[in-house]
């Protein structure tokens, strides 16, 4: 992997081979108390699912033991790893949804993902509350049938984005628009970058789940980026 380069594994949880225990003990112990608080086994499945898949993404592309890894966490909660054997910092970022886990890796640039499950109960909230204008108006307008689908759409580019430049829900969400068709960013603010400088994927890892990708990249045209569903081959080192 490059500087250019960004990975992104998936891992479908709902599968019966998932080694739990086996996942569990490559998180460090802070991981597993984090873990032991789910009150949902599934929910708990996802969240060691995806520690465990960054870690060992990690480890494939950088070396060294899954269960070594470190990390330190931002201002806004967001987890940085710690990479003392990389002249590149390795910038890694999780989400983990029912069903699935995801994580996705570069170097040095910032990164962002996001998964959601289709199946979840559809926000009841008024859209104005979470989207800009022209997402609303964009909502209003897609046939009945498609709307959840849509909206969840959005929200995880969304997520993603906040996700990417490290502030998290104290973004205000409405301070940025996407256009979905190819994904792109306008922003409310001059302050806010050069929409050029960002990369937006958006993925169907699964018939029941929704995921996106957003990275901040000086030449997002030359970025590659690699997608793994590592269920199987996961499942084959891992039990
Ligand atoms: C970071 C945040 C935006 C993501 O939450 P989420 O979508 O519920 O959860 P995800 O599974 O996608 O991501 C969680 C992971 O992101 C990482 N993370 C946490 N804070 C982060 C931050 N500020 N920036 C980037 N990544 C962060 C962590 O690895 C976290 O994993 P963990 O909780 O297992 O430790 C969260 O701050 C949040 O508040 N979400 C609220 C959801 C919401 O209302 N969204 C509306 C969007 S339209």
Not at 124 to 136: G, I, K, L, R, S
Not at 182 to 206: C, K, V, Y
Request: aromatic share 10%.
């Amino acid at each position: 992997m490059t500087r250019d380069n960004v990975v992104v594994w998936w891992l479908r949880t709902d599968d019966a081979g998932v080694n739990l225990s086996r996942l569990e003990t490559m998180l460090d112990s802070d991981e597993q108390a984090r873990a032991a608080r789910f009150h949902f086994q599934r929910d708990r499945l996802s969240y060691i699912a995806a520690h465990a898949l960054g870690r060992i993404l990690l480890s494939a592309h950088a070396g060294g033991d899954p269960t070594g890894w470190r990390f330190v966490t931002g201002d806004h909660g967001k987890p940085e790893v710690l990479s003392p054997h990389s002249e590149q910092r390795l910038r890694l970022n999780l989400s983990h949804t029912v069903g699935l886990a995801a994580a996705a890796l570069t170097f040095d640039h910032d990164i962002g993902i996001d998964v959601e499950w289709l199946g979840r109960e559809p926000i009841t909230e008024p859209a104005q509350h979470f989207f800009a204008p022209a997402e609303c108006a964009h909502l209003a307008a897609v046939a009945p049938g498609l709307t959840h689908e849509i909206f969840l759409t959005y929200w995880t580019l969304k997520e993603a984005y906040v996700k990417a430049i490290g502030k998290g829900m104290a973004q205000p969400l409405d301070s940025f628009a996407f256009k979905l068709d190819p994904p792109s960013i306008q922003f409310d603010s001059e302050r806010a970058g050069n929409p050029a400088h960002w990369l937006f994927r958006r993925f169907q890892p699964t018939h029941d789940h929704v995921m996106a990708l957003a990275l901040r990249h000086p030449n997002p045209r030359a970025v590659t980026v690699s997608t793994i569903d590592a269920s199987q081959e996961f499942l084959r080192q891992q039990t």
